[in-house]
């Protein structure tokens, strides 16, 4: 038994990096779609469609709780499966909550009624799929009231960094910053909404300039997990073993991902 980190691509090894960090007896399996990969451009009943079906490769691996570590499947999905597909005694667990409890300078499990924050304007960096969704706004309006987001979708960056295409990606970066500053030329405060974005997450810092906060997820989710799995240690799954599983080509998928963590991560095939 183990935690599963389940991700389309490449991306959610930012997170599994943070979420082995601080919990390092916890014992990993990630499962990267990369075959599928983006998923940012596809419609909902096809993420849904491919997000159950890695999770269930995740169960089937020995794990009782699952981060869906991709954003695009926490948008479009995961309501749908927690309504009416995830067995009794599985769990599986979104992205976007403790991101926005730390932009709405929330504890975990404060259920008050939504009131004033600090950030007024909040730029959201996403997939297509997630900024379409609208499921970033759904949340914060139950915590936070007087906020303005504006979302950017940012076609491309995905494809480039699965791609390894790094350059493109870092272009495209500041591309997608540019088109948001000419909507909302001051956001006080910009989320990366997408987990393959902290690997280019200095390129958005500069692009934005010192005077906004930027939120990134990896440690977010980290620390969220660390509290959840402190309530809920039987779901941690002391006894399996890290593993890295992906639909794509194992070679090429664990040379990237080398590369991306710097450290010698081997996939195997899903
Ligand atoms: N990294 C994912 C996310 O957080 C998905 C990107 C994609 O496949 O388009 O949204």
Redesign the pocket.
């Known amino acids: 038994m183990a935690v599963g980190v389940f991700?389309?691509?490449?991306?959610?090894l930012t997170v599994l990096d943070a979420v082995t960090r601080a919990l390092p007896d916890v014992p990993f399996v990630y499962y990267g779609?990369n075959a599928?990969?983006?998923?940012?451009?596809?419609d909902s009943d096809d993420i849904y469609a491919l997000t159950t079906r890695g999770v269930e490769r995740l169960f089937d691996a020995g794990c009782d709780l699952v981060i869906l570590?991709?954003?695009?499947?926490?948008?479009a999905a995961l309501r749908r499966m927690q309504e009416s597909w995830v067995p009794p005694g599985k769990r599986v667990l979104g992205?976007f909550v403790p991101l926005i409890e730390s932009l709405t300078e929330r504890q975990w499990g404060d259920n008050s009624p939504p009131r004033e924050v600090r950030a007024k304007h909040v730029a959201l960096f996403?997939?297509?799929?997630?900024v379409r969704s609208r499921a970033f706004q759904r949340e914060l309006a139950f915590r936070a009231i007087g906020v303005d987001v504006e979302g950017q979708s940012c076609g491309g960056v995905?494809?480039a960094i699965?791609e390894g295409d790094m350059i493109l990606a870092e272009a495209l970066v500041r591309s997608h910053v540019d088109a948001l500053l000419r909507k909302m030329p001051e956001p006080d405060a910009a989320v990366l909404?997408?987990?393959?974005?902290p690997l280019v997450e200095d390129v958005f810092r500069a692009a934005l300039g010192p005077k906004v906060d930027v939120y990134s997820?990896p440690d977010l989710v980290a620390a969220s997990l660390a509290d959840y799995l402190g309530r809920r240690p039987e779901m941690a799954g002391a006894s399996g073993e890290t593993a890295f599983l992906t639909t794509g080509d194992s070679r090429r998928v664990s040379d990237q991902a080398t590369r991306f963590l710097r450290r010698k991560i081997a996939f195997v095939q899903a």
Do not use: F, I, M, W
């Open positions: 991700d389309s691509g490449l991306g959610g779609d599928n990969a983006p998923y940012g451009v596809r570590a991709c954003n695009t499947a926490s948008a992205v996403a997939t297509p799929a997630t995905v494809d699965e909404g997408c987990t393959h974005y997820q």
